[in-house]
């Protein structure tokens, strides 16, 4: 499956301290742990003994994973070090547990299940030093991953599902716009939309101009400028990432990676104006029908003012995805 090759986000990097934590990935159980160094680890979550969930054991003082229903050690490798019924056994190398490749980035845990991709999905506001950076989330949600892109590359709707806030009935005018295929999937240029409150900050309607990337299967950024003059901070500017954990093939753990302007408003603040936007998404996205996305373009009905939704659909059919998609 193409999708075990790729990095996928499956929990805050603060969430990881520790204890083992249990996460989903790809219908996969899988636990997160520390090792001694601190560097966090990522297993099937079953003990290849007897099949228990290893995230109700504990990590060791040394720095090992602890099985909760024999107490078998394993470390960092997967590899088994102790068997505490049989204190002079020496475990040979294959009794070893399920290990998975685990990365730090943007505030979460990344865990690739199979040798592939080796880049993370970029993220350029990350090295900003202009930019705030925080996570908003995660939310679950009853839809698969690539309709939940779709909908974040989707501008039409937001006169309907975002009145008041990103866009109104009488003004869901979509003017053309460029979009280009990339080697991680689509950009999207000359975006614009006319906005009642664009941002926290929005002093006034405007037209904000947006660009939007897709930088992996299921992840997406967009970056949006309003008009000058329209926000109570002086060059206003944002880039958001959004991050998506196909856990099911129609159920999804999304986040979003704020980065913006902003610095001195607190945290909660920030992350109230995204959650109240994705949280006005979110009964829309769970009420589609099919909850995958048809990849055939004659499934569903296309206008011009959906060319980055249709592009995202070849991409997703010509990369050979098939989790989330139908």
């Known amino acids: ?5 790729l990095w996928h986000p499956v929990a805050l990097v603060g969430d990881v301290a520790h204890a083992p934590v249990a996460v989903q990935l790809l219908e996969q ?15 099937a979550d079953q003990c290849p003994h007897r099949g228990a969930r290893l995230s109700l054991g504990r990590v060791t003082p040394q720095g090992q994973l602890e099985c909760p229903y024999h107490g078998w050690l394993f470390a960092d490798d997967g590899h088994c070090t102790q068997v505490p019924a049989l204190p002079a056994f020496v475990p040979p190398p294959g009794h070893c547990a399920r290990t998975f490749a685990a990365r730090e980035a943007h505030g979460l845990v ?27 989330g995660p939310y679950d949600v009853a839809a698969s991953a690539p309709r939940i892109i779709e909908n974040f590359l989707d501008m039409s709707h937001f006169g309907f599902v975002h009145e008041g806030w990103l866009g109104s009935r009488d003004a869901t005018v979509i003017d053309d716009y460029r979009v280009e295929a990339t080697p991680t999937g689509l950009l999207a240029t000359g975006c614009k939309a006319w906005q009642p409150q664009s941002n926290l900050h929005s002093t006034a309607a405007a037209q904000v101009e947006y660009t939007y990337e897709v930088t992996a299967p299921y992840s ?77 373009l004659r499934a569903e009905l296309h206008t011009a003012a959906d060319k980055a939704s249709s592009a995202y659909r070849r991409f997703l059919r010509q990369s050979g995805i098939t989790f989330g998609v139908c």
């Open 1 to 5: 499956m193409v999708e075990s090759g």
């Open 29 to 43: 159980a899988v636990v997160l742990w520390r090792n001694a160094s601190g560097v966090v680890q990522a297993f």
């Open 110 to 136: 990344w865990v690739r299940m199979q040798d592939g991709v080796d880049v993370l999905p970029a993220f350029a506001a990350e090295d900003d030093t202009r930019l705030r950076k925080l996570n908003c």
């Open 220 to 296: 997406a950024v967009l970056t949006k400028v309003p008009e000058a003059g329209t926000t109570a901070v002086d060059g206003w500017r944002e880039s958001i990432a959004l991050f998506i954990c196909p856990i099911t093939p129609v159920r999804s753990r999304v986040w979003f990676r704020l980065a913006v302007a902003d610095f001195d408003s607190p945290d909660e603040k920030l992350q109230a104006f995204q959650h109240t936007i994705f949280t006005q998404d979110q009964p829309v996205l769970e009420s589609q029908t099919p909850q995958c996305l048809p990849l055939d």
